[in-house]
């Protein structure tokens, strides 16, 4: 759900972020409900580890199928399943250790906390949940819940799952990804709009995900949907079932450079993109210094003792931004003396170069003018020929579709993302031609103007040696004027 500390409660008066419940919709629950019927229309068993007000149960219930849960909490003074008030993790880990078999469940349907790898549960207890999960790890709590949920399903159980979506690109989640790939058969992947939760206090990204364990023969198609702008139009993609039906590799990055992200609903010939060299075979891709305790070591304004120019993170700024800050004349000294101050890739200080957002659905690239610094925030370093282009091609609406609708849809994006950009093969003319655009661009954006009119020349010029279709360039240029619903 993101670092945050205010409170969100429930009717029940218990704070949803600490315990990670938010109430499914019921229409998401009629679409995992017929779905998986339809997967295994003989089943009759369903389980929920995570039961909260048997939103997901219900119509399983309704249509006559034996149903158990589990919760924390006690939500309801009735419930219409076998409900037990325990905590699913500690059930996982006794299950474990006593060797027990699968759980004789067809059904098994979920929507795990979402709490993020702060809370005081993972912090207590993190000795036994990093031996219980040492194969996909603790990121978090959805996390854990679905390489359970996986464990304990027999062969053949439909697994339905609305989750937190950071595990289909992040790389804390490369190993469960691998999990789902190698035991389950996947049938639906769903992105789900930003206000799902909106009416509970939450604004999160989710997926709906259906999964089917251990079914040697492959599926011929996943049912894919990608990001709505909001619940109605969501809401109609479920009941009406608007699918998309690709084969199962469009659904993953499969190349040598990449770890299984799942990739929904992108353009055939956009993903032949990722077949070309990678940003870092261009061009050194690194991350720069992390003082620990910027309070104490920034300075927003150049003063006496902090000289040093230090960009921190351009988020939506493109082509040209001054420092986010001033760091002391003396911080390498500092660094050798502070065991927090951590100063990376020293070689790469005071260059030339290019320097990328870390924070935000939006991404940017800006020049880095020698004699400067930078933060975490990915640093681009290459030769003078290159560094032009390169600039421009970062800024590009290409580049930021490749960065949030496929590499990463989470809010940070690392150097290591960055370097495994796949680069344009553009010809001596075009980069040529796509250098003297970002100099523009940067002359314009210093002078406090708009850069707009360049961005639609790069925009042409990258489309235009990339290949791509209109089809695709109209997804893209959609993407990327309303990213923040879409991403």
């Known amino acids: 759900m993101g670092r945050h500390f205010k409170s969100v409660f429930s009717d029940e008066g218990i704070d949803r972020r600490d315990a990670g419940y938010y109430s499914s919709p019921d229409f998401v629950a009629r679409f995992f409900c017929d779905e998986m019927r339809c997967i295994n229309p003989g089943g009759n068993t369903v389980f929920d580890p995570c039961v909260g007000k048997e939103e997901l149960?219900?119509?399983?219930?309704?249509?006559?199928?034996?149903?158990?849960?589990?919760?924390?909490?006690?939500?309801?003074?009735?419930?219409?399943?076998?409900?037990?008030?325990?905590?699913?993790?500690?059930?996982?880990?006794?299950?474990?250790?006593?060797?027990?078999?699968?759980?004789?469940?067809?059904?098994?349907?979920?929507?795990?906390?979402?709490?993020?790898?702060?809370?005081?549960?993972?912090?207590?207890?993190?000795?036994?949940?990093?031996?219980?999960?040492?194969?996909?790890?603790?990121?978090?709590?959805?996390?854990?819940?679905?390489?359970?949920?996986?464990?304990?399903?027999?062969?053949?159980?439909?697994?339905?799952?609305?989750?937190?979506?950071?595990?289909?690109?992040a790389g804390a989640h490369a190993r469960l990804r691998a999990?789902?790939?190698?035991?389950?058969?996947?049938?639906?992947?769903?992105?789900?709009?930003?206000?799902?939760?909106?009416?509970?206090?939450?604004?999160?990204?989710?997926?709906?995900?259906?999964?089917?364990?251990?079914?040697?023969?492959?599926?011929?198609?996943?049912?894919?949907?990608?990001?709505?702008?909001?619940?109605?139009?969501?809401?109609?993609?479920?009941?009406?079932?608007q699918f998309k039906r690709v084969p199962p590799g469009d659904t993953v990055l499969s190349?040598?450079?990449?770890?299984?992200?799942?990739?929904?609903?992108?353009?055939?010939?956009?993903?032949?993109?990722?077949?070309?060299?990678?940003?870092?075979?261009?061009?050194?891709?690194?991350?720069?210094?992390?003082?620990?305790?910027?309070?104490?070591?920034?300075?927003?304004?150049?003063?006496?003792?902090?000289?040093?120019?230090?960009?921190?993170?351009?988020g939506s700024r493109k082509f040209y931004c001054s420092p986010d800050a001033y760091l002391p004349a003396d911080f390498q000294q500092i660094a050798r003396g502070v065991p927090n101050f951590i100063v990376r890739n020293r070689d790469l200080l005071f260059r030339s170069g290019i320097i990328c957002s870390s924070m935000g659905v939006k991404f940017g690239a800006c020049y880095l003018p020698a004699g400067g610094t930078f933060g975490v925030n990915p640093g681009v370093f290459c030769d003078d020929a290159s560094l032009w282009w390169l600039l421009a091609y970062l800024n590009s609406s290409?580049?930021?579709?490749?960065?949030?609708?496929?590499?990463?849809?989470?809010?940070?994006?690392?150097?290591?993302?960055?370097?495994?950009?796949?680069?344009?093969?553009?010809?001596?003319?075009?980069?040529q031609l796509l250098a003297k655009f970002a100099r523009r661009a940067y002359d314009l954006e210093q002078k406090g103007c708009s850069s707009s009119p360049l961005q639609v020349d790069i925009d042409r010029l990258v489309f235009e040696k990339s290949g791509l279709s209109l089809s695709s360039r109209q997804t893209i240029d959609n993407f990327c004027k309303d990213i923040v619903r879409l991403a």
């Open 398 to 431: 290409l580049v930021h579709y490749l960065v949030r609708g496929v590499l990463l849809r989470t809010n940070m994006i690392t150097s290591g993302y960055v370097a495994r950009i796949p680069v344009v093969p553009f010809d001596e003319e075009a980069k």
């Open 255 to 314: 190349g040598s450079r990449d770890a299984s992200e799942f990739v929904i609903d992108c353009p055939e010939d956009v993903l032949k993109l990722f077949q070309f060299a990678r940003l870092d075979s261009h061009a050194q891709v690194k991350t720069g210094i992390s003082t620990g305790n910027d309070g104490m070591y920034l300075r927003s304004e150049l003063a006496p003792g902090h000289s040093v120019p230090f960009y921190k993170n351009p």
């Open 57 to 169: 149960l219900e119509p399983f219930i309704c249509e006559g199928l034996r149903a158990e849960g589990f919760d924390c909490y006690s939500y309801l003074s009735d419930y219409r399943s076998l409900f037990r008030q325990t905590d699913f993790l500690e059930f996982f880990r006794e299950h474990t250790r006593q060797n027990k078999p699968a759980l004789d469940f067809d059904f098994i349907v979920a929507n795990p906390p979402y709490n993020c790898h702060e809370t005081n549960y993972i912090r207590d207890n993190k000795p036994w949940l990093r031996k219980l999960f040492a194969e996909t790890g603790v990121a978090n709590m959805y996390s854990m819940f679905i390489s359970a949920l996986i464990d304990l399903a027999k062969p053949g159980a439909v697994i339905g799952l609305l989750s937190f979506d950071s595990f289909l690109t």
């Open 179 to 241: 999990k789902i790939l190698r035991q389950c058969r996947i049938h639906h992947l769903v992105l789900c709009p930003t206000d799902l939760f909106r009416n509970q206090g939450a604004d999160v990204r989710t997926c709906l995900m259906i999964l089917e364990k251990n079914r040697s023969e492959p599926v011929e198609t996943v049912y894919v949907s990608n990001r709505p702008r909001d619940v109605d139009a969501f809401r109609e993609i479920l009941i009406r079932k």
